[in-house]
């Protein structure tokens, strides 16, 4: 099971390619037979094409209990919109399995918690819709000492209610869908997490290569 996804911007068009493989059955498809107006893109059942704005973008196919989807869709908006439908897209991808967050949210080694005041300073980078209007106040970075992903650092915690993560050597933090640098710890915070990390027996040998070396 798998995805392939892309898509290019230029001269404020997307153009999106998506191939899924996954078991699905067409009865559960929710524009299956394009009689709800309201959604853009249709589906017809007999021809296992998907239409968008009177245009064949995409096509069904099932073999052996695999479905693959493919998709091609071009669409123009303002300068300002051109990730908000994108947004909703990353959203239906991260129901796929590859894509989603790994279950270790209970088991981190360490867990450190920063309030709102905590970020010195905010980037004007794209982030997901969906992910910018998140409400929960403060921060809470979980620390794995057996994490594989030395994405951005060997020594970052994760905010997995907020699709971040903090690289504990330099304070920056990412957005994990689109990898922008997006905030920055301030530097007393900062502090805090690496003392606690450098109290910890899991990570105090990180900490002394990484920070203190």
């Not at 064949?56 to 071009?74: C, F, Q, R, W, Y």
Request: contains cysteine; negative net charge; proline residues 5%.
């Amino acid at each position: 099971m798998g995805a392939l996804v892309a898509f290019t911007i230029h001269n404020n068009q997307a153009r999106i390619v998506f191939a899924r493989r996954a078991p699905i059955l067409k009865s559960c498809w929710p524009l299956n037979t394009g009689e709800e107006k309201s959604m853009p893109i249709t589906f017809d059942p007999q021809t296992d094409e998907f239409t968008y704005e009177g245009r064949t973008v995409g096509t069904l196919s099932i073999e052996d209990g695999v479905a693959t989807v493919k998709l091609d869709v071009t669409y123009t908006c303002d300068a300002e919109d051109w990730m908000v439908p994108l947004s909703w897209f990353a959203v239906g991808l991260r129901q796929l399995p590859k894509h989603q967050e790994p279950k270790v949210h209970a088991d981190a080694d360490l867990e450190v918690e920063t309030d709102e005041a905590s970020i010195a300073e905010e980037y004007d980078v794209p982030r997901l819709l969906t992910e910018q209007t998140i409400r929960a106040k403060g921060y809470v970075w979980r620390f794995h000492k057996s994490d594989a992903d030395h994405w951005p650092s060997p020594l970052h915690g994760h905010d997995y209610e907020k699709k971040l993560k903090l690289d504990a050597i330099t304070g920056d933090i990412y957005d994990t869908a689109t990898r922008h640098k997006c905030k920055k710890l301030r530097s007393k915070d900062l502090v805090v997490i690496q003392s606690k990390l450098r109290e910890s027996n899991d990570f105090v040998d990180k900490v002394n290569q990484l920070i203190d070396g």
